[in-house]
């Protein structure tokens, strides 16, 4: 395991923001979102800044980011129906992997409901071998560091 680096613990450490509302599915028999969906918030917010900022084309470009490593810790519980204000900034930027920081906030809160981080190593999607992460995703990368 790579040595930790620790989210930010408000908001003004994140550089971007993603709204996701919960939804009815996220719940579990005890009334909250269940613990693995807080994975998938992060994989949205860091998936959408990708494809977007990045221009990333997730069906057909040959180097891809794969999932070594997460961790997730829990602060308080969300359920449906509720709106996750998701905030992502990058702790460690390499020519080959990246460390994403991601926060997740209830509307309005100052303080995080989850906080963690999301390894991607970039690949070339045929061989499943490192490379270099494309210049494009490097450089809307770059814009997150903190």
């Known amino acids: 395991m790579s ?9 003004a450490g994140y550089k971007r923001w993603l709204s996701i509302p919960t939804r009815w599915i996220d719940n579990d028999i005890y009334g909250h979102v269940n613990n693995v969906i807080y994975y998938s918030y992060f994989d949205t917010v860091i998936n959408e800044y ?19 490593e997460t961790f997730c810790q829990f602060k308080d519980s969300f359920a449906f129906p509720e709106t996750v204000e998701a905030g992502l ?58």
Do not use: C, W
């Open 50 to 68: 990708l494809i977007r900022e990045g221009q990333m084309d997730i069906y057909n470009d040959p180097v891809i980011g794969i999932t070594p």
């Open 3 to 11: 040595e930790r680096i620790q989210a930010p613990q408000t908001r």
């Open 89 to 146: 900034a990058v702790g460690r930027l390499g020519r080959r992997s990246v460390t994403y920081l991601v926060g997740l906030f209830k509307e309005g809160s100052e303080t995080p409901a989850a906080l963690g981080h999301f390894v991607h190593v970039f690949v070339e999607r045929e061989t499943q071998r490192p490379t270099d992460m494309p210049e494009k995703v490097r450089a809307a990368l770059e814009k997150l560091v903190v």
